[in-house]
Every structure is written in C-alpha cells, then in structure tokens.
C-alpha cells in the first residue's frame, strides 16, 4: 500500500577504515590516538526518548581539519554525550569541524566554517520512534581540542500510520522554497547556527520503515528536510 502525504507536525529542529579511525592510506606521520567529547544540542540524534534525542549504540563521526578522520564511540545505554576516539589523528590539528553521520567524501572550509557533499537523502529509512540516521545532519565546530557541541542541519517531521499495511509514505510539502525538501549541499556554521544551501534538490521523500515490509499501525516515523518555514 502507498500514501501520499502532504505536511506534517513539525519537530523541534536543529558516521577511512573503522577499525584504525582514518584512511589506512593517509595515517599523518605525527598521529596520535585522540579523544573528543561530543554533546547533543537542540535536540540533535539518533534515538528520541520524549522529546530528547540520544546517542545510541555505536556511533561513528567525521571529524574534519587539515585531514579528515573518523572518531567511533561504543555506548552500553543511550546518553545526552558520548566520547568518541580516533587512534590516527595528527597532533598538528587546531580548529576542526566534526559531521554526524560519518561519510568518507566531505570537504571542509574552515576558514568560511562550511562543509561540503552534505546528502538529505530522497529515500529514507525509519525506525519506529526515531528516523533514519544517515539523514538527520549534524555539525559541530571546535577550536579547543576536545569538545563538540552538535547542532541539527535539518529539520525533522513525523506522522503516525492509521492503517495496516503501508509500506511507503511519500511526501510532498506545498509552500516551500522552490518546492525542495532534500538534496546535497553543504553546511555553513555561522555565528554557531547551522545553515543548509542546497546545490542540488528534490521536491519530495519517500520513508520507508527501516525493518519489516510494513509501518507499524499507531507508531510515530520521523523523516529528514531541509530546514526552512513549512506550513502547519
């Protein structure tokens, strides 16, 4: 079964080699093992519990400065912060800014403080209670050596199915900028607030739940859009 849905009540809005942390091909002759504590803000991440979002599990993040790392974290509960390492990170790295979820191919400006190749996937997998990780952006930027604040690059909306059998949810919101809710772009942390310019767009989404062939009747889904103002 297929819907069509139109808008939504929005949601308050703000992871190269896994085992060593970075590319096996690029380890900087002055690594180090290296750790950052990461915080969640406005409600930035992978697991809603009420209305926080926490992380959750294994976690994996790009950090980005004059190279470009991935920092893993193990968590045993769901929490607010997390520390994530990385045992090949160059002692020469001063201000960084850091990406969840990690991808191997973004680009970093730290002068303009942006990040470039960010993907707000057409298709996305959710969860019950929660939405599809690889969609929901978050940036951080750090000139102190060990903590990152993470602030969401997206907005979130949900709907709960009222019927059985659906297996997709497409959605189209009218009234938007140009019609886009998704796309490839790049970040832009600016005075500490995260700013999403698309260079490439789609007008809508498909969610689809992230096991099973169905949507859990009465469940709530979330999904991934461009931030911007959307009708009620």
Do not use: R
Request: hydrophobic share 40%; glycine share 6%.
């Amino acid at each position: 079964m297929f819907a069509a849905v139109a808008m939504f009540a929005v949601v308050a809005c703000e992871k190269e080699n896994a085992e060593n942390g970075a590319s096996s091909q690029n380890i900087p002759a002055d690594a180090i093992e290296k750790t950052f504590s990461a915080a969640l803000v406005d409600d930035v991440k992978t697991v809603i519990s009420g209305s926080a979002s926490l992380w959750s599990g294994t976690e994996n993040i790009s950090v980005l400065g004059k190279g470009s790392y991935q920092f893993n974290a193990t968590l045993e509960e769901p929490s607010a912060s997390a520390t994530f390492t990385c045992s090949t990170y160059s002692a020469s790295e001063e201000a960084v800014m850091a990406v969840y979820p990690y991808k191997a191919n973004y680009t970093v400006d730290l002068t303009n403080k942006t990040v470039s190749n960010v993907v707000i996937p057409t298709i996305q997998k959710a969860p019950k209670g929660s939405y599809d990780s690889s969609a929901h952006i978050a940036v951080a930027y750090s000139e102190d050596g060990e903590n990152l604040a993470f602030k969401n690059a997206v907005s979130l909306f949900k709907f709960t199915p009222q019927m059985d059998n659906l297996k997709k949810v497409c959605i189209y919101i009218p009234g938007t900028s140009k019609g886009s809710v998704v796309g490839t772009g790049k970040v832009a942390y600016n005075a500490g607030v995260p700013t999403f310019t698309a260079t490439t767009s789609g007008k809508y989404v498909d969610v689809l739940p992230s096991t099973g062939t169905y949507f859990v009747k009465g469940e709530t889904y979330y999904f991934a859009v461009m931030p911007g103002s959307y009708p009620d």
